[in-house]
């Protein structure tokens, strides 16, 4: 939370000061929600069967799902990202607005 309060601190704007509070809420509250539902799929997907432990197959199973979904994410976040970068950079950055 020390980078929350530097981030809130350096900026002389207290609404820009609150909108990257608000923004980096945002960000937890995704990937609060990613994690938890990459868990539901990945867990549903891989152990049909749930037990007191899960099977090497179930492991190995889990773990590439997760990986997959991690994937998935970075690539999302990056295009949105991009986007946001030329939105700043250069009026509606290809959003159509």
């Known amino acids: 939370m020390d980078s929350m309060n530097d981030s809130l601190s350096a900026s002389s704007d ?3 000061a609150i909108i990257r509070q608000i923004q980096q809420e945002a960000a937890i509250n995704n990937a609060r ?10 867990f549903q997907k891989c152990v049909p069967t749930p037990g ?5 197959k179930e492991e190995t199973c889990f773990k590439l799902c997760m990986e997959k979904y ?5 690539t ?19 959003f159509g607005l």
């Open 70 to 74: 991690m994937s998935a994410w970075n």
């Open 14 to 16: 207290p609404k820009t």
């Open 52 to 56: 007191s432990s899960l099977s090497k």
């Open 33 to 42: 929600q990613l994690i938890d539902k990459m868990n539901n799929h990945c």
């Open 76 to 94: 999302v976040s990056r295009q949105y990202i991009s986007r946001i970068q030329r939105s700043s950079a250069g009026g509606n950055g290809g």
